[in-house]
T-cell receptor
């Protein structure tokens, strides 16, 4: 089954403790992206990657890092999480960067206390 | 700067009714527009995609229209069912100066269909 897999689904952590949210896709998509979703706001892009070793900042990259060492994986790293990073995070992949054919992961609900 | 607005934020209707969800955007220079569905605990699912040259797209009981000149799109749901209850999001794709594309999202309309 074609899918984007995110882990963990839920995470509660403390301020300053480094964490990684994993994202993996099995569709051989070149384009991958991370979003955060907050109440009353649309999805906001954190980082995106157009191919292996090619990553770029989205609208809200501060406090986040990503890497794309393999085509299928695109982990999101929070080096020193803060409470304002409490949010619902989605990873997505697509064949095209135009927005066509997006497949989303099920989301990771992160709480930073 | 492109902004996407969805009004109302929430809508509750009885089962069987036809309904319309609205999406407006401020810049008509879009590449495409999509409607997504979001269910609690699940990811987003693309419902319909309308290219900038198109006026509408249909899939089953869903029909999406696009009027670029007025900066509006509607999602029409016919004969609503409780299973249609979800949050519906609208997103426009913009082509940037460097030939990249960016999706700009609305905040969504939470739809509840009452049995």
């Amino acid at each position: 089954e074609a899918q984007v897999t995110q882990n963990p689904r839920y995470l509660i952590t403390v301020t300053g403790k480094k964490l990684t949210v994993t994202c993996s896709q099995n569709m051989n998509h070149e384009y991958m992206s991370w979003y955060r979703q907050d109440p009353g706001l649309g999805l906001r892009q954190i980082y995106y990657s157009m191919n292996v070793e090619v990553t770029d900042k989205g609208d809200v990259p501060e406090g986040y890092k990503v890497s794309r060492k393999e085509k299928r994986n695109f982990p999101l790293i929070l080096e020193s999480p803060s409470p304002n990073q409490t949010s619902l995070y989605f990873c997505a992949s697509s064949l095209s960067r135009t927005g066509n054919g997006y497949t989303f992961g099920s989301g990771t609900r992160l709480t930073v206390v | 700067k492109q902004e996407v607005t969805q009004i109302p934020a929430a809508l509750s209707v009885p089962e069987g009714e036809n309904l319309v969800l609205n999406c407006s955007f401020t810049d008509s220079a879009i590449y495409n527009l999509q409607w997504f569905r979001q269910d609690p605990g699940k990811g987003l699912t693309s419902l319909l995609l309308i290219q900038s040259s198109q006026r509408e797209q249909t899939s089953g009981r869903l029909n999406a229209s696009l009027d670029k000149s007025s900066g509006r799109s509607t999602l029409y749901i016919a004969a609503s069912q409780p299973g249609d209850s979800a949050t519906y999001l609208c997103a426009v794709s913009l082509r940037l100066m460097d030939s990249n594309y960016q999706l700009i999202w609305g905040a969504g309309t939470k739809l509840i269909i009452k049995p």
